[in-house]
């Protein structure tokens, strides 16, 4: 079993109210985090401009052994930030929920997924890898979100990203949601779990055993709201339950996360 | 609701020397209130309250002889021994007599370890367990240790309640899955304290159960601030910001995508309303905030370009201190850009 940690402590763990980081701090938990290998850092938002976007640009000239990866919503001003950063990977955040599609954008299904699939042909013309994650996954219709997937597969996306955004999953339905996505599909899954009920670690072991490849984590499970999947607990855990990340020694780890914490000023 | 809640905090708190009498009493009617079924309780604690609350269901912890007619005193109609305990003849005869129902506790860790309880079944005794605790599962990660639980208790004729360690993160998962697949009781703590791992927390079971079933669950969860504070007072530990459904972080929010969503509708980027739990949402402006996020916490029309140089100087000044703006800070950069406020100062604005 081959899974793949996404650290996403300089974004989703960053935007958790409270937390404000500048170039310098992002750069020097991006070596930290190389240093952990961890395989890809969610380095932040080049779209915000500024500090943000200065710090993905001085990550990606350390050449770090981390993939740098940025986040962006699903439109071309958005992307057109990230290309300038030349990161390796772009992320293109996709709403899949009727909640947010009608709520928050205002549109429909068949916007979402023809403006989805503008966006993939633009970041791809950049020559980065392109990833898709999909919002609210798992309050959304499976029946869209598998025509999503093929939507963004036909585009050359290799990797979606299930988010349970607000963190309502269960392990069974995790389970479940899973293995209904890579039953119908070849591509490879990297799942986002929040901790709103606490349940943020077992959905991402779940998620595993029904065959994702990636797993989102940020140091001590910072985040919006409750946080996300904790790094430490999932490694702990996925040793116990998958018999993975042996070669993790906890006490380097936790020796890590504090000086990531030192910097952002937690305790 | 025919699935219990128990509690098993109060004994908890005692075996660290914590607490007085009258905040174990004012604990068990918070959570009675909440909805909470059953309360365990030890001699430690029996010895600090005096006299028990009316009207709360205790299950007591039998651990010598002496405990049976405590039970009969105090009018305890449910008790709680462990598998050592269980195979003492002379003492279960006592609460047999006494016409106690008992539940036996036994520690299984694995699907193969909960079958293994079969064992039980080989005791003379064994007609008169009323009910199977199961302690630990932290090697459970997935159904299939319901499974092994519903045929235990079919072999052994028990209703069964699990009481789920912490050990591998996953004690909440596995409480909420006894639930959904209609095991008899659940036993967990406030804030999952207790124990060398911690046990399953009880207001993210709650609160779970609460989300997948909606009104019928029936709890009242606006009461845990309350319990927070108690909590708080009895045992010195201060509940993380960030900690789930309890921390008084979790409804606040920063960042523009989230503040956008949430002013057109909260459902977007919310699990439950912040009300279920006796909370509120509020929106904190700093490095993640946008422009919009600004133009509503701020109710003032700006002109554009000043709401931009605004937006500037808040990041600027959210990254130097490395934390949100308070409203205070945010006035004054709204002071320099555009002058005089009248909004800002009067009841017009909303900081």
């Known amino acids: 079993m081959n899974v793949k940690i996404v650290d996403t402590t300089l974004r989703d763990g960053e935007q958790q109210a409270g937390i404000a980081l500048g170039a310098g701090d992002k750069v020097k938990i991006a070596r930290l985090l190389d240093s952990a290998k961890i395989y890809q850092i969610e380095a932040g938002i080049p779209a915000m401009g500024g500090e943000e976007k ?16 940025t986040w962006n919503r699903m439109n071309l001003k958005d992307i057109e930030q990230s290309i300038q950063c030349k990161p390796d990977i772009i992320h293109i955040s996709v709403p899949a929920s009727d909640i947010q599609i009608r709520c928050k954008l205002k549109k429909n299904r068949t916007w979402v997924i023809e403006t989805m699939k503008r966006c993939i042909n ?23 979100v598998l025509q999503l997937i093929s939507a963004a597969f036909l585009e050359g996306v290799e990797r979606i990203r299930y988010a349970d955004t607000v963190g309502i999953l269960h392990r069974k339905r995790t389970f479940a949601e899973i293995s209904s996505i890579k039953a119908r599909t070849d591509i490879a899954l990297e799942i986002h779990a929040h901790n709103d009920l606490g349940m943020a670690v077992s959905n991402s072991i779940s998620a595993v055993k029904a065959g994702a490849e990636f797993v989102d984590c940020t140091m001590g499970g910072i985040g919006e709201r409750a946080g996300n999947c904790d790094y430490l607990q999932f490694v702990k855990a996925a040793g116990e339950f998958l018999h993975i990340f042996d070669n993790v020694k906890e006490e380097e780890a936790l020796e890590i ?9 937690l305790h | 609701m025919n699935q219990k ?4 905090t109060l004994p908890e708190i005692c075996e660290r020397g914590f607490a007085g009498k009258s905040d174990l009493t004012d604990l068990c009617l918070l ?4 909805g909470i079924d059953l309360f365990e309780i030890n001699f430690a604690c029996l010895d600090k309250m005096v006299e028990l609350p009316g009207n709360i269901d205790f299950i007591y912890r039998v651990e010598s002889e002496r405990d049976a ?3 009969r005193q105090y009018g305890i109609r449910e008790c709680v021994l462990s598998e050592d305990v269980f195979l003492n003849s002379g003492l279960l005869k006592g609460l047999v007599r006494r016409q106690i129902s008992i539940t036996v506790e036994a520690e299984a860790d694995t699907p193969e370890e909960v079958y293994a309880l079969e064992r039980l079944g080989k005791s003379k005794y064994t007609g008169a367990i009323d009910c199977i605790r199961i302690m630990g599962l932290s090697r459970c990660d997935s159904a299939s240790w319901v499974m092994a639980a519903h045929s235990i208790g079919k072999a052994l004729k028990t209703a069964v309640d699990i009481c789920p360690v912490n050990r591998f993160y996953c004690a909440t998962a596995t409480a909420v899955e006894a639930f959904l697949e209609g095991l008899d009781s659940i036993t967990v703590t406030f804030t999952g304290y207790g124990g060398k791992h911690g046990f399953a927390p009880l207001e993210e079971v709650l609160a779970a159960i609460e989300v997948f079933e909606g009104a019928k ?7 845990l601030p309350q319990l927070c504070g108690l909590f708080n007072k009895m045992t010195g530990i201060a509940v993380p910001d960030n900690k789930p459904v309890l921390g008084k972080s979790i409804f606040k929010y920063e960042s523009g995508i989230h503040a956008d969503g ?8 919310e699990p439950f309303a912040p009300e279920m739990v006796g909370q509120q949402r509020s929106l904190t402006i700093g490095k993640h905030s946008g422009t919009g996020a600004i133009a509503q916490k701020l109710q003032i029309d700006f002109d554009p370009a000043d709401l931009k140089t605004i937006l500037e100087n808040v990041r600027k000044k959210s990254i130097g201190l490395k934390r949100s703006l308070t409203d205070q800070e945010l006035k004054e950069i709204c002071m320099q850009v555009a002058g005089s406020l009248k909004g800002l100062q009067g009841e017009g604005g909303c900081i």
């Open chain 1, 122 to 144: 633009y970041a791809r013309e950049s020559g980065a890898e392109v990833t898709v994650g999909l919002e609210d996954a798992s309050r959304a219709d499976l029946k869209f």
């Open chain 2, 31 to 34: 959570m009675k209130e909440m």
């Open chain 1, 54 to 69: 200065k710090s993905v640009e001085k990550m990606m000239a350390l050449n770090l052994r981390s993939k740098i990866s």
């Open chain 2, 217 to 223: 669950a029936g709890f009242n969860l606006r009461l």
């Open chain 1, 257 to 265: 996360q504090k000086e990531i914490f030192h910097i952002m000023g």
């Open chain 2, 5 to 8: 809640i128990i509690d098993r």
């Open chain 2, 262 to 269: 949430i002013q057109k509708n909260p459902l977007t980027y």
């Open chain 2, 69 to 71: 007619e405590l039970c």
